[in-house]
């Protein structure tokens, strides 16, 4: 998920009790909530370092264990160095390793929800897990989490003009927690109701091979990408529509097998990458200089050039001449 709603989360865990446990337990969840994506330094050595390491250690149970060590500790020894108001807990040192813990728990959990997923079981195995229901960027989520963190704080604005007993901020907190929750039983819903109706039909007169469901903005809006024998199918699915139409759909072609494409597969980029692709899609274009292979995740995107797409430049020997990888469009 994007940084501003692991931020909104730990604040709602915060405000929903933890803050009365220790001191600085706000700003441990905070930091907590966004303490996996430090991975992002290896976005320096370009983008294919940055895919190939993202959502790796740091997100992982092990990970999450020894970030949440780190940085308690590093609060609770600077913590201790600041005098306390008499009205605040004093800093306890286990509540503030189970604040840090949660915060980072709380990121794994919500970076599992969408459909780029994450490896939890990191060093001992790179298998990736997700859920598929939310969306990388969720503005209905955004919404419910300002809303009901942000209204508490109105009114406590409001109740300290006229001289009324201040309000807290707990309740709010519990209801953003409660409504997150709920939503993700809502899209858990309609994701098994599209998931029924992509395996239900034929595409082309080709069997379902394999089939899933991805989110969009709306709960109950799907992107499904279906496998066949000859080729991968995009479709639009609704969950509240009786059924889709499965000959109104993108049709892509799956490639000849080539020496291109094998040797292509070879190189390390692409091994990385087709252990995270669910559903990779590849093009061979071949010129006088050599072959150029393309590898794209259909889950992103509708198979359109550089978005999530990994590229092999071989010469006329088949060896590899580049590797690059583009999220969204520039390649480095």
């Known amino acids: 998920m994007d940084n501003l709603t692991h931020s909104l989360v730990g604040i709602a865990m915060s405000q929903a009790g933890l803050n009365r446990k220790t001191r600085f337990a706000t700003l441990a969840l905070v930091l907590a909530s966004n303490a996996p994506d430090v991975d992002i330094v290896t976005r320096f050595r370009g983008s294919a370092a940055y895919f190939e390491h993202h959502r790796g250690i740091t997100h992982s149970f092990l990970g999450a264990t020894v970030l949440a060590m780190i940085l308690a500790g590093l609060i609770y020894y600077a913590g201790r160095r600041v005098r306390p108001k008499p009205s605040v807990p004093p800093v306890n040192a286990k509540w503030l390793f189970f604040s840090c813990w949660i915060g980072v728990g709380g990121h794994l959990l919500l970076d599992y929800t969408n459909a780029y997923g994450v490896r939890l079981l ?6 990736w897990y997700a859920w598929n229901i939310m969306p990388v960027l969720d503005l209905m989520l955004w919404l419910l989490l300002v809303a009901a963190l942000g209204l508490p704080a109105l009114l406590r604005l409001v109740s300290e003009e006229v001289g009324a007993r201040k309000t807290g901020y707990r309740r709010g907190a519990i209801f953003a927690l409660a409504g997150m929750v709920l939503l993700w039983g809502l899209r858990d819903i309609s994701h098994r109701r599209a998931l029924a109706e992509l395996g239900s039909n034929n595409y082309e007169d080709e069997a379902p091979l394999r089939y899933g469901a991805f989110p969009e903005f709306s709960p109950f809006a799907w992107k499904g990408v279906v496998e066949t024998e000859s080729s991968f199918h995009i479709v639009e699915v609704s969950a509240l529509a ?18 291109a494409l094998d040797a292509a597969l070879k190189t390390h980029l692409a091994r990385v990458f087709t252990n995270f692709a669910r559903f990779p899609w590849a093009q061979v274009d071949e010129d006088q200089d050599g072959y150029e292979v393309h590898i794209r995740d259909l889950r992103f995107g509708d198979g359109t050039a550089g978005v999530f797409e990994t590229t092999i430049d071989l010469d006329p020997r088949l060896q590899p001449r580049s590797e690059s990888f583009s999220f969204m469009g520039g390649r480095k």
Not at 246 to 254: F, G, I, N, P, S
């Open 122 to 127: 990191l060093p001992f195995t790179g298998s």
């Open 242 to 259: 009786p059924a889709i139409d499965a000959e109104h759909t993108q049709t892509l072609r799956k490639p000849q097998p080539s020496p």
